[in-house]
């Protein structure tokens, strides 16, 4: 289970046009802070094998353990009821949404 970045309002589009390589750092520089917050504490833990499995590779950062998705979004138990996802994962990008916006932007007036 992972997240990737995806174009706002078409300001990655035009940063790539001006600058690629100011595009890859703002890309960079929010993926990092993603992860940074998923590993101090932005992940539920219970045995901690959760948190460790976070991973970040270029523009995606995600979990590896195959329970993600249920922890995230919620599952159904063995007697018919339903354990609601903690929504770990969303509530960290919606933190970073405005900060990737805003980083975008001032990269795109420094060209």
């Known amino acids: 289970m992972g997240i990737t970045i995806k174009d706002q309002d078409g300001l990655e589009r035009k940063l790539i046009s001006l600058s690629r ?7 960079k ?18 045995t901690g094998e959760l948190r460790i499995s976070l991973s970040q590779s270029g ?3 995600g979990y590896t353990k195959d329970y993600a998705p249920h922890v995230e979004y919620g599952h159904r138990t ?23 916006r805003q980083d975008l932007i001032e990269q795109i007036r420094k060209c």
């Open 59 to 61: 523009d995606l950062v």
């Open 21 to 27: 390589i100011r595009y890859d750092a703002v890309i």
């Open 78 to 100: 063995v007697n018919g009821g339903f354990v609601q996802g903690q929504r770990f994962l969303k509530r960290n990008v919606d933190a970073q949404r405005a900060i990737f």
């Open 29 to 46: 520089k929010n993926m990092t802070q993603i992860y940074n917050r998923g590993k101090a504490g932005g992940t539920p833990v219970d």
